[in-house]
């Protein structure tokens, strides 16, 4: 049963322009959730992460949103650039189960069009 | 400061047979966890090792096995290997237990025939 949802495997966006990446989580005990972005060939890398006690966290162009109440988050990245183009992949952890024990979505493959 | 290495990059093997993955964490992390991961399922977790301890486990059979080094090396091993093994095994380490921030390898890359 997959806990954290990612229902758009693709999304394409012109560069220059907002590209938003949505996630849903099921379990309520989720306290820490992190993106990840990974290109071709290449382990993932960590891009942004927030607790659950907030409800964004900023690092340059990179915004992630926490909406708790509908277990859902999102990573916003503006100006989106080509070298953007990745799969991204959104994790979750708990506390009671391990915070290095992070549960995964299927990943959105994200294309920024020159 | 040198990523994380894992070792085979790809290997393949066939049905029945055993195999053991290495990963050499970034120098002065001492968590190693194991993720698998298939085109239908995504990224998996298998388990976490930490002062040659295992300290998490992930839903899988008891095929699945690792081991951590004093060094903090850490192998995997999958035994009496089936076709739905065939998956990129990544490797990750953090600097500790409970910091949520794992820095992957690239992975190994195993298909059973």
């Known amino acids: 049963d997959q806990q954290v949802k990612q229902n758009s495997p693709s999304l394409s966006v012109q560069e220059g322009r907002i590209s938003i990446l949505n996630c849903d989580y099921t379990?309520?005990?989720?306290?820490?959730f992190l993106w990840y972005k990974k290109y071709p060939a290449e382990g993932p890398t960590f891009l942004i992460s927030?607790?659950?006690?907030?409800d964004k966290n900023e690092d340059g162009r990179f915004t992630v949103f926490l909406n708790k109440s509908a277990k859902h988050l999102s990573l916003h990245i503006v100006p989106s650039q080509p070298g953007d183009s990745a799969v991204y992949f959104c994790?979750?952890?708990?506390?009671?189960?391990?915070?290095?024990?992070?549960?995964f979505g299927t990943g959105t493959r994200l294309t920024v069009i020159p | 400061k040198a990523g994380v290495t894992q070792t085979p990059r790809y290997l393949i093997k066939t049905r029945g047979q055993q195999v053991t993955l290495s990963c050499s964490p970034i120098?002065?992390?001492?968590?190693v966890s194991w993720y698998q991961q298939t085109p239908g399922q995504g990224l998996q977790f298998l388990f976490e090792?930490?002062?040659?301890?295992?300290?998490n486990k992930g839903n899988f059979p008891g095929r699945f096995s690792g081991r951590q080094f004093s060094n903090s090396r850490s192998e995997m091993n999958v035994s009496t290997l089936e076709l739905g093994d065939s998956a990129l095994y990544l490797c990750?380490?953090?600097?500790?237990?409970?910091?949520?921030?794992?820095?992957f390898g690239e992975g190994s890359r195993l298909t059973v025939l």
């Open positions: 990750a380490s953090s600097l500790g237990l409970y910091t949520g921030e794992l820095f």
């Open positions: 379990n309520s005990m989720f306290d820490y």
């Open positions: 927030i607790s659950s006690i907030k």
């Open positions: 994790a979750a952890s708990a506390d009671q189960t391990g915070a290095n024990n992070l549960f």
């Open positions: 120098s002065g992390h001492r968590s």
């Open positions: 090792y930490f002062s040659e301890t295992q300290r």
